[in-house]
């Protein structure tokens, strides 16, 4: 149908689409033929799909864990802060599936964590390892400063040994 109108309005006759009653019918047609194609640009779509954070060590499951703790703690345990000192936010997801943040100055160190862990999970694991999430790395030196050790609003995981 569209290459019989063509041809018609090539011929300089009115195709018969048009012929439908007594109606006057301008038709400007304009000869492209010795022009390229070109394709109209595609419509842009937000990704609407679902994917995985970089660093999360593993993917957000939605049903509550397996592992719930024995003895959650009736009031949390915090750490002496020097308020005239700078402060980080530091989250810690532990062995057991739950997550603890707690403040920290950034002259605690690594062994100030490792305290307020054992004070928040006495029940919890003899023996484990604290990682940062991206780049995984152990944290082993229990003096080191937060600061020096790069945990500056970091999430911190505990693995058992």
């Not at 309005?9 to 194609?37: C, T, W």
């Not at 703790?69 to 057991?96: M, Y």
């Not at 707690?102 to 029940?123: A, C, E, Q, W, Y």
């Amino acid at each position: 149908a569209v290459v019989s109108t063509q041809s018609t309005g090539m011929r300089g006759e009115i195709p018969r689409e048009l012929q439908r009653g007594a109606v006057e019918v301008h038709v400007n047609m304009v000869d492209k033929r010795s022009e390229d194609f070109v394709a109209p640009k595609p419509i842009l779509r937000p990704f609407s799909g679902s994917g995985y954070r970089l660093g999360s060590p593993a993917p957000q499951v939605t049903s509550a864990p397996s592992v719930t703790p024995t003895n959650p703690p009736t009031s949390r345990p915090t750490v002496s802060l020097d308020e005239s000192q700078p402060t980080t936010s530091i989250q810690i997801r532990l062995a057991d599936g739950t997550r603890l943040v707690s403040k920290f100055n950034h002259t605690h160190t690594v062994g100030d964590i490792r305290g307020f862990i054992n004070l928040s999970r006495p029940d919890g694991p003899p023996s484990y390892s604290l990682m940062t999430t991206f780049p995984n790395k152990v944290l082993s030196e229990e003096g080191q400063s937060i600061a020096a050790a790069g945990l500056l609003n970091a999430v911190i995981v505990q693995k058992r040994s």
